[in-house]
């Protein structure tokens, strides 16, 4: 039974991915994105950097980047808190 | 101290060949030479440790190789012979693969080399040449283990296995 | 000869075989590498969501500056994104790691109280 | 993972170890002019601790790589993004007070490496933060490995 | 221009097309160290596709992806032959 | 506008975060410095958080943008916002309250626990990085920036989850919560890259009103796996089997959080369904499918809490049937609103669901802090090996009380207030699932005496541990908690005029000033 | 010029199409290790070399750039390509395969 | 044209059957070896979709870090699949 509901709920969501892929826009053609031509004719001017991606990673959304930063932070104080010594008498 | 230097000394020598034609000053830029030598001395800080090994002759075999004679021996080599037998070597392979005649097996070398470099520039020699393939070094008897895929003798002398790579490991490091 | 939605399929195929590990693979260090794959997909679903038919990279060094570019923010999501996969696969391995030492086996079906 | 591999992977690994730290540092410099940035070059100089790692073994390591002073490192590494994108308060979190000013960073040539503003900075702060937090990971898990094996 | 990209774009291809028979081998192994040897010549197949490609595409900073790429693929074969090494 | 109250949306994130950080730091050179600094940052995240609230609820709950790294306006022509932007409006504000209670409440419970334990740094941090997290999931406006907060508080939460190393279910709990979590993000990115795809944004105003215009299909696709991530993450029924794991494994003060985290999640539910897609597009099968998934999570909920032996895990479970009343009430509103003819229970349905939250957060709350003292105490979770802690532990009896007949429905409790308003909607809506709901809260109640009667009444018992009085800061955070739970049952009337109902305004009929306050600063 | 690139291409190509070949034909570990490693080894340095060429006599900077880069990659994978090799085939030793059909294997006898 | 779309379809390919051994091999460090393999050609997908900031990541982190944590977590657990 519980088998079956999750042989059901796979092809269920790989049929609605798979669906969800073929509605896409064709390959190679994205949407007019007014963001991201911004970012590529603005960037060499506001933030005087060639590299676009990297003005957008830490100017333009760096707060995704600290957020991101933070995730790999959270990351070694949780594996750190893992393999931390523990006392005997506190188990 | 002078391992930092070395160390250093290389760091910035790879960093100037990555921003090589950047500006005016000579070929490069004064911001890359400043921040080139920043970064060397950094990463002499940090690789200091693991770029030398602990024991006095390796480390000054490591340090012999700043010669620039030695580098323009290597790149003789490199260019001369060892590209040579790579391509000879390659046709053989190309045979074999083709016909599917092969006679492998692991024989034993033992090469004067009295330092670490000269064997793994000599390990690495043969392994980059397709027919031979250094399978283990013995870290006591210094004896190489080399895969050879048409073993012509089970007790070859290096010359037989390898050509000239030995001798020219001799020159370059020593 | 046109790719039309090759991409994003493969990238939901990716999604789908990942999913698949995770839901029907009993070894605890396959299904973390089923998350590992569903994260391979959704990065390659983002990229290619941002590519623009004979664009150039966004990097205007040594390149000329006229050309058509390919769309800068999908990338840099998919950075945020690769850096929050590792960071994940780290923490799920360690937490295998002490599975495995609390109960000496990777069997999900074995270690009772993960059935839920 | 207490000895290391073979001598020959050891020696080469002698000049690869600091050959991937110098391209890792020029990854991260260069982060705002060619591809890569502050996570790439810190992966790339990470890669060069856990092939150090490899090679040597933890005991051949001894004293190269400390991990409580890779700890500190990354929370340096993090209070330095934080404070840079404090920095720019007086107009807005994140603001770049730096791009166009003239100063260290503020040239106006977008293809000079002291151009970008903060740029530069947030990708040292962040390059900091990943190589030492990823190595301090990828030691933890090894020695905790390790303590397990002799329990 | 001296050598049009589609050359460049047809070696690669090339390239592409030997990197099948890699995968294969990675599918058939039949032991641990056949699947290292395919994701080795994997590697090296991929450095080279990289370098020819960034000529292709005439950026040249594609090029630095070649590097590390040749850099820290060694890291990655080491760990597992590592492993393979001590645990048969 | 002065500059504390400019920067206070992003001071509320940035001042755990630099606390997270520092943490480490400050731990070096000595436990009671890391104490008072970690209370320090909690305290002056609940003032600004308070601040922030009153200032917002006296400028007449309109909603606030703040723009990160530069300012609202565009060249000419725009109109996308480029940045990524923090948006608060009286449902944002209002979750912003929940957390900072939580969060209150949990660091003030943890800072002195019995002896010092190993890892209190780490904990200290982790629970900061969580905090940070629920923050910038409530108060962030961009959607890929919804999915950062998400991952941060996913990997803050199972480190949590799995901190009692040498506990082999804590390990496996935290497994399945990681891979659980992981997934629900995955989901959300997927949805982000699809939206992104379709629109060539990520602000959700803007993405609001992209949607508005059109409903293509990559929209419903993208609606379903948003709707399915956050209900992952939110514990609800089909995916809610990670949910009592997690609560019963958690450190007590970390419990509260994660149910703080759960409702971050139900936020972001919501606000995909009522700000980003909005009633104009949502079918009304969606609500029906909502309603149905709530009244299952409260079934499972109750009658799994039923033979639970367990003490935490019968409290968890208790929790996640509480979520189900969230969903239901919201449900029904969504129901109400939906429908051809908007019907005004709706707007009550939602006040009193937003209104079960903070009310939820404080009983839960209390319950599991009351059961981390019992269990320390009595050495065990398991009830039957419980019992007579009354004789030693007054106020935690009082408390552990308080909460549980707060949490069934008890009349003079919070709990009573907006299951009344609850129950009162959704019988108008459909009489059988308020009859349902209603005989759930009763088992609840059930439930919870038969908990409250193993564990504490019956003889004394010899406590394992050595006998200590509870720490006065447990007291403390315990007290904050009942007094939200006594104040909110005494005056529901004030609280929900004061806070609920803009909370809920903003979901009824917020959803164009949310995308004005946005949109309107574009393009000028 | 344009020719040396074209031949340059031709021998790295031939290089790694027989590499790969090798790795379907020959019967154990080390035998593909001397075909696929080596020989694929070999046409890239072709290729490479190819690009080199190409980039210098295209001339201006970013070409040059181009061709400096390509030599660096290309040091890096003559630098990491045999140690890796050696690292694999004595992992395979060490994990127990042994060489099939090997007229002599020293290293079994000795170890 | 029909060259880079052959090498784009090649690279799909090989993505997908690099995914497919990682889940369906027994052995957990083939798996590993495959989903290194996949990591790579996803790299050189990134590449040709000119993403070369993600490229670089990517071969970054997938192909030596993720293995490398991959190997250290199974040193210590078992290798086999047990099915």
Same mark, same amino acid.
């Given at each position: 039974m519980k088998k079956a509901l999750t042989v059901a709920a796979f092809l269920l969501v790989a049929a609605f991915l798979v669906v969800a892929a073929t509605t896409m826009? /064709?390959?190679? $053609? /994205?949407?007019?994105s007014e963001m991201d031509d911004y970012f590529l004719v603005n960037c060499q001017t $506001?933030?005087?950097?060639?590299n676009v991606v990297t003005a957008v990673v830490f100017d333009y959304r760096g707060f995704d980047t600290l957020g991101e930063a933070t995730v790999l932070f959270a990351a070694v104080v949780g594996v750190l808190a893992l393999f931390r010594t523990v006392r005997e008498d506190e188990r | 101290m002078l391992v930092f230097l070395a160390t250093s000394i290389v760091a910035f020598a790879a960093y100037l060949l990555l921003t090589?034609?950047?500006?005016?000053v000579g070929l490069w830029s004064v911001e890359e030479l400043v921040a080139g030598a920043v970064l060397a001395a950094l990463t002499g800080l940090i690789a200091r440790n693991v770029g030398f090994p602990a024991e006095r002759k390796e480390r000054r075999a490591m340090l012999r190789m700043f010669n620039p004679l030695r580098w323009v021996l290597f790149l003789v080599y490199l260019f001369g012979p060892f590209l040579f037998a790579m391509a000879r070597a390659n046709l053989d392979v190309a045979y074999r693969v083709i016909t599917g005649k092969i006679r492998p097996g692991i024989v034993k070398l033992m090469p004067e080399l009295s330092t670490d470099l000269g064997r793994t520039l000599m390990a690495n020699s043969i392994t980059l040449t397709?027919?031979?393939?250094?399978?283990d070094i013995d870290e006591d008897t210094h004896a190489l283990y080399v895969h050879w895929i048409?073993?012509?003798?089970?007790?070859?002398s290096s010359r037989e296995v390898c050509g000239s790579f030995e001798a020219w490991a001799r020159r370059i490091t020593e | 000869m046109t790719l039309g939605q090759v991409p994003f399929v493969v990238s939901a195929l990716l999604v789908v075989i990942g999913l698949y590990a995770l839901l029907f693979k009993r070894n605890l260090i396959k299904m973390v590498i089923g998350v590992s794959i569903i994260e391979t997909g959704v990065n390659l679903f983002l990229v290619t969501v941002g590519y623009r038919a004979g664009g150039q990279a966004p990097?205007?060094?040594?390149?000329?500056?006229t050309t058509l570019r390919v769309l800068p923010t999908p990338q840099a999501l998919t950075l945020t994104s690769i850096v929050i996969g590792l960071a994940t696969t780290a923490l799920l391995l360690s937490f295998v790691v002490f599975i495995h030492r609390h109960y000496?086996?990777?069997?999900a079906e074995k270690i009772k109280e993960l059935k839920g | 993972m207490s000895s290391g591999m073979s001598v020959i992977v050891r020696t080469v690994t002698r000049f690869t170890y600091a050959l991937i730290i110098v391209f890792g540092f020029y990854v991260i410099m260069h982060g705002h002019l060619t591809p890569g940035g502050g996570f790439q070059g810190g992966a790339v100089v990470a890669s060069a601790f856990a092939l150090a790692l490899v090679a040597f073994g933890t005991a051949g390591l001894k004293g190269a790589l400390n991990r409580h002073l890779l700890q500190s490192l990354e929370e340096v590494g993090a209070l330095a993004f934080l404070g840079l994108a404090f920095a720019g308060v007086g107009t807005a979190f994140f603001y770049n007070i730096l791009a166009n000013s003239g100063s260290v960073f503020g040239g106006s040539d977008p293809a000079a490496l002291a151009s970008g503003g903060v740029l530069p900075l947030m990708n040292w702060a962040v390059g900091l933060k990943v190589m030492t937090g990823i190595a301090s990971i990828l030691i933890i898990m090894v020695i905790g490995a390790r303590k397990e094996a002799t329990e | 221009m001296i050598v049009s990209s589609v050359a460049f774009f047809a070696v690669a291809a090339v390239l592409s097309l030997c990197m099948i028979i890699s995968v294969v081998r990675i599918g058939l192994g039949p032991t641990v160290a056949d699947r290292v040897v395919g994701l080795d010549t994997i590697n090296t197949m991929v450095v080279a596709t990289m370098i020819v490609l960034a000529a292709a595409f005439d950026?040249?900073?594609?090029?630095d992806v070649a590097i590390i790429y040749a850099l820290l693929s060694f890291v990655g074969t080491l760990y597992v032959a590592r492993y393979l090494e001590k645990s048969p | 506008m002065n500059a504390l109250l400019h920067h206070a949306p992003v001071l509320l994130v940035a001042v755990p975060l630099l606390g997270a950080f520092a943490v480490p730091l400050v731990g070096k050179l000595g436990s009671g410095l890391r104490r008072f600094f970690v209370g320090l940052i909690a305290l002056l995240t609940t003032a600004i958080a308070g601040y922030l609230a009153a200032s917002f609820y006296a400028a007449g709950a309109s909603p606030i943008v703040y723009v990160l790294g530069g300012r609202l306006s565009l060249p000419s022509?725009?109109?996308?916002?480029i940045r990524i932007m923090f948006e608060l409006d009286g449902l944002s504000v209002f979750m912003m309250l929940i957390t900072a209670l939580a969060a209150l409440a949990a660091v003030l419970y943890t800072s002195s626990f019995w002896k010092e334990r190993s890892g209190a740094t780490l904990k200290d941090s982790l629970m900061l990085l969580l905090i940070v997290g629920i923050f910038g999931m409530e108060m962030t406006g961009d959607l890929f920036n919804f999915f950062v907060f998400l991952e941060i508080t996913s990997i803050a939460a199972c480190s949590l989850v799995g901190?009692?190393?040498?506990?082999g279910r804590s390990q496996e709990a935290a497994f399945k919560v990681m891979t659980l979590y992981t997934l629900s993000g995955l989901f959300v990115l997927l949805a982000v890259g699809l939206l992104y795809g379709q629109y060539g944004g990520l602000n959700i105003a803007y993405l609001a009103t992209m949607i508005g215009s059109g409903a293509a299909l990559v929209d419903k696709i993208a609606l379903g796996l948003l709707l399915t991530g956050l209900a992952m993450k939110a514990g609800?029924?089909? !995916?809610?089997?990670w949910a009592p794991d997690a609560y019963g494994e958690a450190p007590g003060a970390a419990s509260i959080l994660l149910v703080a985290n759960s409702q971050a999640s139900l936020y972001g539910l919501f606000r995909v369904l009522?700000?980003?897609?909005g009633s104009a597009y949502s079918p009304q099968s969606l609500a029906w499918i909502l309603i149905g998934l709530a009244v299952l999570t409260i079934i499972v909920g109750v009658t799994m809490a039923l033979v639970q032996r367990d003490l935490k895990r019968l409290i968890a479970f208790g929790a996640v049937s509480q979520i189900g009343y969230m969903m239901l009430a919201v449900g029904v509103g969504f129901a109400a609103m939906t429908a051809l003819q908007p019907s005004d229970f709706g707007f009550v349905a939602l006040q009193g669901g937003l209104f079960h939250m903070i009310n939820d957060a404080a009983c839960i709350g209390l319950l599991f802090l009351a059961a981390g003292i019992v269990i320390r105490r009595a050495g065990t979770r398991d009830l039957q090996g419980m019992g007579g802690i009354a004789h030693d532990l007054k106020w935690t009896t009082a408390f552990f009380m308080l909460g549980a007949f707060a949490l069934a429905g008890m009349p003079p409790l919070n709990g009573f207030a907006s299951k009344l308003m609850i129950y009162e909607s959704t019988f108008r809506l459909s009489p059988v699932l308020a009859i349902v709901a209603i005989l759930a809260s009763i088992l609840l109640l059930a439930v919870f005496l038969r908990a409250f009667q193993a564990a504490f009444l019956g003889p004394r018992t010899e406590p394992t541990?050595? !006998?200590?009085?509870?720490?006065i800061s447990m007291l403390v955070s315990m007290g904050l908690l009942a007094l939200v739970v006594v104040a909110f049952g005494l005056f529901p009337g004030f609280f929900v005029d004061r806070i609920v109902t803009p909370a809920a305004q903003a979901l009824w009929s917020g959803r164009d000033a949310y995308i004005q306050a946005v949109m309107s600063g574009m393009g000028g | 010029m344009t020719i040396l690139i074209y031949v340059l291409f031709g021998i790295g190509l031939a290089a790694s199409v027989l590499g790969s070949v090798a790795l379907v034909r020959f019967p154990d570990v080390y035998t593909r290790l001397h075909g696929a490693t080596k020989c694929t080894t070999f046409g890239s340095i072709f290729t490479t070399a190819a690009v080199i060429v190409y980039g210098f006599a295209r001339g201006g900077a970013a070409h040059q750039t181009l061709a400096i880069h390509s030599i660096i990659a290309l040091v890096a994978l003559l630098l990491t390509n045999p140690t890796g090799s050696h690292a694999i085939a004595r992992a395979a030793h060490r994990s127990g395969v042994k060489p099939v059909?090997?007229?002599?294997?020293r290293l079994e006898e000795e170890s | 044209m029909i060259a880079e779309t052959i090498l784009q379809i090649v690279t799909l390919t090989l993505i997908i059957c690099g995914a497919v051994l990682a889940v369906t091999l027994r052995d957990l460090l083939s798996s590993v070896i495959a989903l290194a393999a996949a990591s790579l050609l996803v790299s050189l997908e990134f590449y040709l979709l000119q993403a070369p900031d993600v490229a670089i990541a990517e071969a970054g982190i997938g192909a030596a870090l993720t293995t490398a944590i991959y190997i250290i977590a199974l040193r210590r657990t078992r290798r086999k699949e047990q099915q």
């Amino acid at each position: 039974m519980k088998k079956a509901l999750t042989v059901a709920a796979f092809l269920l969501v790989a049929a609605f991915l798979v669906v969800a892929a073929t509605t896409m826009r /064709p390959f190679g $053609e /994205p949407s007019h994105s007014e963001m991201d031509d911004y970012f590529l004719v603005n960037c060499q001017t $506001e933030v005087v950097a060639n590299n676009v991606v990297t003005a957008v990673v830490f100017d333009y959304r760096g707060f995704d980047t600290l957020g991101e930063a933070t995730v790999l932070f959270a990351a070694v104080v949780g594996v750190l808190a893992l393999f931390r010594t523990v006392r005997e008498d506190e188990r | 101290m002078l391992v930092f230097l070395a160390t250093s000394i290389v760091a910035f020598a790879a960093y100037l060949l990555l921003t090589l034609p950047s500006g005016t000053v000579g070929l490069w830029s004064v911001e890359e030479l400043v921040a080139g030598a920043v970064l060397a001395a950094l990463t002499g800080l940090i690789a200091r440790n693991v770029g030398f090994p602990a024991e006095r002759k390796e480390r000054r075999a490591m340090l012999r190789m700043f010669n620039p004679l030695r580098w323009v021996l290597f790149l003789v080599y490199l260019f001369g012979p060892f590209l040579f037998a790579m391509a000879r070597a390659n046709l053989d392979v190309a045979y074999r693969v083709i016909t599917g005649k092969i006679r492998p097996g692991i024989v034993k070398l033992m090469p004067e080399l009295s330092t670490d470099l000269g064997r793994t520039l000599m390990a690495n020699s043969i392994t980059l040449t397709p027919g031979t393939l250094s399978v283990d070094i013995d870290e006591d008897t210094h004896a190489l283990y080399v895969h050879w895929i048409n073993v012509s003798n089970t007790e070859p002398s290096s010359r037989e296995v390898c050509g000239s790579f030995e001798a020219w490991a001799r020159r370059i490091t020593e | 000869m046109t790719l039309g939605q090759v991409p994003f399929v493969v990238s939901a195929l990716l999604v789908v075989i990942g999913l698949y590990a995770l839901l029907f693979k009993r070894n605890l260090i396959k299904m973390v590498i089923g998350v590992s794959i569903i994260e391979t997909g959704v990065n390659l679903f983002l990229v290619t969501v941002g590519y623009r038919a004979g664009g150039q990279a966004p990097i205007y060094t040594y390149s000329d500056p006229t050309t058509l570019r390919v769309l800068p923010t999908p990338q840099a999501l998919t950075l945020t994104s690769i850096v929050i996969g590792l960071a994940t696969t780290a923490l799920l391995l360690s937490f295998v790691v002490f599975i495995h030492r609390h109960y000496q086996t990777l069997d999900a079906e074995k270690i009772k109280e993960l059935k839920g | 993972m207490s000895s290391g591999m073979s001598v020959i992977v050891r020696t080469v690994t002698r000049f690869t170890y600091a050959l991937i730290i110098v391209f890792g540092f020029y990854v991260i410099m260069h982060g705002h002019l060619t591809p890569g940035g502050g996570f790439q070059g810190g992966a790339v100089v990470a890669s060069a601790f856990a092939l150090a790692l490899v090679a040597f073994g933890t005991a051949g390591l001894k004293g190269a790589l400390n991990r409580h002073l890779l700890q500190s490192l990354e929370e340096v590494g993090a209070l330095a993004f934080l404070g840079l994108a404090f920095a720019g308060v007086g107009t807005a979190f994140f603001y770049n007070i730096l791009a166009n000013s003239g100063s260290v960073f503020g040239g106006s040539d977008p293809a000079a490496l002291a151009s970008g503003g903060v740029l530069p900075l947030m990708n040292w702060a962040v390059g900091l933060k990943v190589m030492t937090g990823i190595a301090s990971i990828l030691i933890i898990m090894v020695i905790g490995a390790r303590k397990e094996a002799t329990e | 221009m001296i050598v049009s990209s589609v050359a460049f774009f047809a070696v690669a291809a090339v390239l592409s097309l030997c990197m099948i028979i890699s995968v294969v081998r990675i599918g058939l192994g039949p032991t641990v160290a056949d699947r290292v040897v395919g994701l080795d010549t994997i590697n090296t197949m991929v450095v080279a596709t990289m370098i020819v490609l960034a000529a292709a595409f005439d950026q040249v900073v594609f090029v630095d992806v070649a590097i590390i790429y040749a850099l820290l693929s060694f890291v990655g074969t080491l760990y597992v032959a590592r492993y393979l090494e001590k645990s048969p | 506008m002065n500059a504390l109250l400019h920067h206070a949306p992003v001071l509320l994130v940035a001042v755990p975060l630099l606390g997270a950080f520092a943490v480490p730091l400050v731990g070096k050179l000595g436990s009671g410095l890391r104490r008072f600094f970690v209370g320090l940052i909690a305290l002056l995240t609940t003032a600004i958080a308070g601040y922030l609230a009153a200032s917002f609820y006296a400028a007449g709950a309109s909603p606030i943008v703040y723009v990160l790294g530069g300012r609202l306006s565009l060249p000419s022509g725009m109109v996308a916002p480029i940045r990524i932007m923090f948006e608060l409006d009286g449902l944002s504000v209002f979750m912003m309250l929940i957390t900072a209670l939580a969060a209150l409440a949990a660091v003030l419970y943890t800072s002195s626990f019995w002896k010092e334990r190993s890892g209190a740094t780490l904990k200290d941090s982790l629970m900061l990085l969580l905090i940070v997290g629920i923050f910038g999931m409530e108060m962030t406006g961009d959607l890929f920036n919804f999915f950062v907060f998400l991952e941060i508080t996913s990997i803050a939460a199972c480190s949590l989850v799995g901190f009692r190393v040498w506990n082999g279910r804590s390990q496996e709990a935290a497994f399945k919560v990681m891979t659980l979590y992981t997934l629900s993000g995955l989901f959300v990115l997927l949805a982000v890259g699809l939206l992104y795809g379709q629109y060539g944004g990520l602000n959700i105003a803007y993405l609001a009103t992209m949607i508005g215009s059109g409903a293509a299909l990559v929209d419903k696709i993208a609606l379903g796996l948003l709707l399915t991530g956050l209900a992952m993450k939110a514990g609800a029924v089909p !995916m809610h089997m990670w949910a009592p794991d997690a609560y019963g494994e958690a450190p007590g003060a970390a419990s509260i959080l994660l149910v703080a985290n759960s409702q971050a999640s139900l936020y972001g539910l919501f606000r995909v369904l009522f700000t980003l897609y909005g009633s104009a597009y949502s079918p009304q099968s969606l609500a029906w499918i909502l309603i149905g998934l709530a009244v299952l999570t409260i079934i499972v909920g109750v009658t799994m809490a039923l033979v639970q032996r367990d003490l935490k895990r019968l409290i968890a479970f208790g929790a996640v049937s509480q979520i189900g009343y969230m969903m239901l009430a919201v449900g029904v509103g969504f129901a109400a609103m939906t429908a051809l003819q908007p019907s005004d229970f709706g707007f009550v349905a939602l006040q009193g669901g937003l209104f079960h939250m903070i009310n939820d957060a404080a009983c839960i709350g209390l319950l599991f802090l009351a059961a981390g003292i019992v269990i320390r105490r009595a050495g065990t979770r398991d009830l039957q090996g419980m019992g007579g802690i009354a004789h030693d532990l007054k106020w935690t009896t009082a408390f552990f009380m308080l909460g549980a007949f707060a949490l069934a429905g008890m009349p003079p409790l919070n709990g009573f207030a907006s299951k009344l308003m609850i129950y009162e909607s959704t019988f108008r809506l459909s009489p059988v699932l308020a009859i349902v709901a209603i005989l759930a809260s009763i088992l609840l109640l059930a439930v919870f005496l038969r908990a409250f009667q193993a564990a504490f009444l019956g003889p004394r018992t010899e406590p394992t541990d050595v !006998m200590r009085p509870v720490p006065i800061s447990m007291l403390v955070s315990m007290g904050l908690l009942a007094l939200v739970v006594v104040a909110f049952g005494l005056f529901p009337g004030f609280f929900v005029d004061r806070i609920v109902t803009p909370a809920a305004q903003a979901l009824w009929s917020g959803r164009d000033a949310y995308i004005q306050a946005v949109m309107s600063g574009m393009g000028g | 010029m344009t020719i040396l690139i074209y031949v340059l291409f031709g021998i790295g190509l031939a290089a790694s199409v027989l590499g790969s070949v090798a790795l379907v034909r020959f019967p154990d570990v080390y035998t593909r290790l001397h075909g696929a490693t080596k020989c694929t080894t070999f046409g890239s340095i072709f290729t490479t070399a190819a690009v080199i060429v190409y980039g210098f006599a295209r001339g201006g900077a970013a070409h040059q750039t181009l061709a400096i880069h390509s030599i660096i990659a290309l040091v890096a994978l003559l630098l990491t390509n045999p140690t890796g090799s050696h690292a694999i085939a004595r992992a395979a030793h060490r994990s127990g395969v042994k060489p099939v059909g090997a007229v002599v294997d020293r290293l079994e006898e000795e170890s | 044209m029909i060259a880079e779309t052959i090498l784009q379809i090649v690279t799909l390919t090989l993505i997908i059957c690099g995914a497919v051994l990682a889940v369906t091999l027994r052995d957990l460090l083939s798996s590993v070896i495959a989903l290194a393999a996949a990591s790579l050609l996803v790299s050189l997908e990134f590449y040709l979709l000119q993403a070369p900031d993600v490229a670089i990541a990517e071969a970054g982190i997938g192909a030596a870090l993720t293995t490398a944590i991959y190997i250290i977590a199974l040193r210590r657990t078992r290798r086999k699949e047990q099915q």
